[in-house]
């Protein structure tokens, strides 16, 4: 959920309808780099990884948690940070232009191109590559963001890649960009260190104004609606609005009706026009697969490349302003089913399922066809046959998979398919998956965004562990290794809040990625008081922008204060126990936030699977009053939907 051109931050007006709204919406010197305990150090050999699932484990423990391994079953834990600079980000002017930064590898050989203040993130480089690996410079000022990040005690970055780049015309996707990410990829490896390709979406796009629908007539934008577009994430050619305005409820760039219309579309498959191309359907979602499908084609066998991250903090989507969407529903009948085509698609698993045919290979037609009487609803049953496989199939590398992006809020996922009805029928066969949450404790999670709580009042989360110990119960139900890829705060609150999520992490024995390496300032001018980087931004000065500022030396110190194993040498022996937490299933969790509903204001807490959607509507009208009309939508009075 970045805030755009100024990192990962939400304005404080309007905390309330940003969080009930969002929820029910649809975010040194130079020298040799050093080796961290147990890495592998610069050139070193990738160990192979695998996960690990426990035998014998009593259930529901945190020895039954499934876990990443070497080939020697000796737990991993990686320490990453987001390559946040690899975006096609939105800045001044980006609406109908190509990437800030260029995409040809050439224009990265011994060089970086200029950074510029309008970007969010600095350009990603490593200007010495041609140089041997210890030879590098680390020095704040030397724009060798690999070297950089082995000194600092990182073994794994998280490549952000937007579908704008990889498919820039619909059903051709750009050799150009993949030779880029090679390149990158070859500069993590020189380094010793891992890199997760995460397919990254903010906003859905930041081609919102300019929708490949624009002939369809554009509603007017209820009151409170502020012009907004998206961020980062989808090619013009595969946004479809419906007419809805490209504007933010109550200034929120991140409620943006366009945003919530073009996900709508995305969960529907909707037809793209024209040529399929070299996509495997006609459909969103399929052109979309055939994106991971060219990566898989690309990266496969890689052993620098730990795995694909198969979309960043998705959203449900809706045609309401302020919709009351159901988030369980969302995660069980629309974002889980479509993660589990993509790992049909990219490993070839079949579940035990017939394969959807080639004109229909999201098996639309087959779940027409199919009634469905099984309650609850879960993944297996949703999808009556699996995802034609891609050209080339992933073996060894890790799926990473993430739940909706509002758990940033909760510190829980709201899905029905956990526990028992997992257990009967589970999510994927695949062995090596890992779930991917990202965990924001006091930062994005409600009671910061109501604006904060007394300290005689009630506390949620409870604790900076909570989000950890409900990621554990979450990743095993759905037979998953658990790594959080991402975490941080602004730097001002790092002795509070980084402190404990560091100090939580220890206990989770889990890898966490941290947001973000570097960033800038947003403006074209003047300090930038809050960048949530490992350097500090830089400052203008006569025209000039660096790459970065300095090394924030005491933040780092926080990030690197956990033993880390990155599967080659000797385990530190901290790493190689079971995490000391117990993982928390849902129900319990989501005790945890109705109890804090209600004692904020809410009448009642139904105690059923719908009930947090049910609490928080009955919070915002106590706080906000009812939410605009949608000129579309249902007459007043109709039931939610």
């Not at 993949?178 to 070859?186: K, S, T, Y």
Request: net charge negative; aromatic share 8%; charged share 15%.
């Amino acid at each position: 959920m970045r805030a755009a051109a100024t990192g990962r931050r939400w304005g404080a007006a309007g905390a309330a309808t940003i969080v009930l709204a969002g929820l029910l919406a649809g975010c040194g010197g130079a020298g040799s780099p050093a080796t961290p305990p147990g890495g592998t150090g610069p050139t070193g050999a990738l160990a192979p990884l695998h996960v690990v699932h426990p035998s014998g484990a009593t259930a529901g423990s945190a020895a039954a948690v499934p876990y990443l391994a070497n080939a020697a079953g000796q737990r991993v834990i990686l320490r990453g940070v987001a390559a946040s600079g690899f975006e096609d980000q939105a800045y001044s002017g980006a609406v109908g232009t190509t990437p800030h930064y260029p995409i040809d590898p050439a224009a990265y050989d011994g060089r970086c191109p200029a950074n510029d203040s309008r970007a969010p993130d600095p350009p990603l480089c490593e200007v010495q590559a041609a140089t041997s690996p210890a030879r590098q410079s680390t020095a704040p000022g030397s724009q060798d963001d690999f070297a950089q990040m082995r000194a600092a005690g990182f073994d794994l970055v998280r490549l952000t890649i937007n579908w704008s780049e990889l498919e820039p015309t619909a059903g051709t996707y750009s050799t150009t960009f993949l030779d880029r990410i090679a390149q990158v990829v070859g500069w993590a490896r020189q380094q010793g260190i891992r890199v997760i390709l995460d397919m990254h979406q903010d906003g859905y796009s930041r081609f919102l104004t300019s929708p490949a629908d624009a002939s369809v007539p554009q509603q007017a934008p209820p009151p409170g609606c502020t012009p907004a577009d998206g961020q980062d994430g989808a090619p013009a050619w595969a946004v479809f609005t419906d007419g809805k305005p490209s504007c933010g409820a109550d200034g929120q760039s991140q409620l943006n009706l366009a945003g919530a219309e073009a996900f709508l579309n995305f969960w529907d498959n909707r037809t793209v026009p024209g040529p399929q191309g070299e996509a495997p359907g006609t459909g969103l979602q399929d052109h979309y697969i055939g994106a991971l499908e060219a990566l898989a084609r690309r990266f496969a066998g890689n052993p620098a490349v730990l795995g694909y991250e198969v979309m960043n903090e998705p959203l449900p989507g809706s045609s309401a302003p302020l919709p009351l969407a159901n988030l369980y529903d969302f995660s069980d009948q629309q974002l889980l089913p479509f993660t589990e085509r993509a790992i049909e698609a990219l490993t070839g698993v079949r579940d035990g399922k017939p394969t959807c045919p080639a004109d229909d290979p999201s098996g639309t037609a087959a779940e027409a066809a199919l009634h469905r009487t099984v309650v609850p609803q879960v993944p297996a049953e949703v999808d009556p046959c699996a995802y034609p496989p891609g050209p080339v199939l992933v073996h060894s590398q890790m799926i990473l998979f993430e739940p909706t992006g509002y758990r940033n809020q909760a510190d829980f996922s709201p899905q029905l398919s956990t526990g028992a009805a997992l257990a009967a029928h589970p999510f994927s066969q695949y062995p090596d998956l890992v779930f991917a949450p990202h965990i924001y404790t006091h930062v994005f999670t409600l009671d910061t965004l109501l604006g904060g709580v007394a300290a005689s009042g009630p506390q949620y989360p409870p604790s900076y562990t909570f989000g950890y110990a409900t990621a554990e119960a979450e990743a095993a139900s759905l037979g998953a290794a658990l790594l959080v890829t991402e975490f941080g705060d602004p730097p001002s609150s790092d002795s509070t809040i980084l402190a404990g999520m560091v100090a939580a992490q220890r206990q989770a024995r889990v890898g966490t990625v941290f947001w973000t390496w570097k960033e800038n300032c947003g403006s074209a001018s003047g300090p930038c008081a809050n960048g949530w980087g490992v350097y500090r931004p830089p400052v203008p000065s006569g025209g000039h922008l660096a790459q970065n500022g300095p090394l924030d030396t005491a933040r780092l110190a926080l990030l690197t204060s956990n033993p880390v194993y990155d599967g080659s040498g000797t385990p530190p022996a901290a790493t190689q126990q079971a995490p000391a937490l117990a993982p928390l299933p849902e129900p319990q969790a989501r005790t945890q936030l109705d109890t804090f509903l209600i004692a904020l204001g809410a009448s009642s807490a139904p105690a059923k699977d719908r009930s947090l959607a049910t609490v928080l509507s009955v919070l915002m009208a106590s706080l906000l009053g009812p939410p605009s009309a949608d000129p579309n939508g249902p007459p007043a009075g109709s039931p939610a939907s």
